[in-house]
T-cell receptor, first 112, second 113 residues
Framework: DAKTTQPPSMDCAEGRAANLPCNHSTISGNEYVYWYRQIHSQGPQYIIHGLKNNETNEMASLIITEDRKSSTLILPHATLRDTAVYYCIVRGRMDSSYKLIFGSGTRLLVRP | EPEVTQTPSHQVTQMGQEVILRCVPISNHLYFYWYRQILGQKVEFLVSFYNNEISEKSEIFDDQFSVERPDGSNFTLKIRSTKLEDSAMYFC???????????FGQGTRLTVV
């Protein structure tokens, strides 16, 4: 079962920041937080991951709380093409289990 | 940008027939995976593959399923005798590191009739 909790749906206006929360209160010290998204029925797309420091790349920023029990994915200027299901996944970086366990994710709707 | 390629994009097959889904992972990746997604449901892990052998498989991946890396570039999923409930999107993924970020293909939609 997924170790994370996400709201089932959110929306934001085009051009505004989209802030997607994720709770992972049982995360252990060696587990990373990964974010993927799935647009329509396309293959999941890797966005970003982090351990405890905030991370930023060309797609998004990841803010992890100091106690690591929750995180927020930030899309700084959401576009219509960012409408997708966003998945927050917790997993060890060198986990003996290689698999990703997908939950239900957050369905983000970006409004024109 | 390197990408995972899957063929065909859509496969229709009759119940009981064998199907082979094909994937070309990113060239320098060493870890390969198959996932599936039944319409309206979650993405589910099927199997992971490394060093020419299965690393882990889920309960879904029963004796009807097999995987193979027949050459240096292809990674295949075979379903021996398809059932109606095998209808789903099948996604191939690859990663360069164990547990590293996985990159997914666009999927093969399998329809069993």
């Amino acid at each position: 079962d997924a170790k994370t909790t996400q709201p089932p749906s959110m929306d934001c206006a085009e051009g505004r920041a989209a802030n997607l929360p994720c709770n992972h209160s049982t995360i252990s010290g060696n587990e990373y937080v990964y974010w993927y998204r799935q647009i329509h029925s396309q293959g999941p797309q890797y966005i970003i991951h982090g351990l405890k420091n905030n991370e930023t790349n060309e797609m998004a920023s990841l803010i992890i709380t100091e106690d690591r029990k929750s995180s927020t994915l930030i899309l700084p200027h959401a576009t219509l093409r960012d409408t997708a299901v966003y998945y927050c996944i917790v997993r060890g970086r060198m986990d003996s289990s290689y698999k990703l366990i997908f939950g239900s994710g957050t369905r983000l709707l970006v409004r024109p | 940008e390197p990408e995972v390629t899957q063929t065909p994009s859509h496969q229709v097959t009759q119940m009981g027939q064998e199907v082979i889904l094909r994937c070309v992972p990113i060239s320098n990746h060493l870890y390969f995976y198959w996932y599936r997604q039944i319409l309206g449901q979650k993405v589910e892990f099927l199997v992971s593959f490394y060093n020419n052998e299965i690393s882990e498989k889920s309960e879904i991946f029963d004796d009807q399923f097999s995987v193979e890396r027949p050459d240096g570039s292809n990674f295949t999923l075979k379903i021996r005798s398809t059932k109606l409930e095998d209808s789903a999107m099948y996604f191939c993924a690859s990663s360069s590191l164990r547990g590293g970020e996985a990159f997914f293909g666009q999927g093969t939609r399998l329809t069993v009739v």
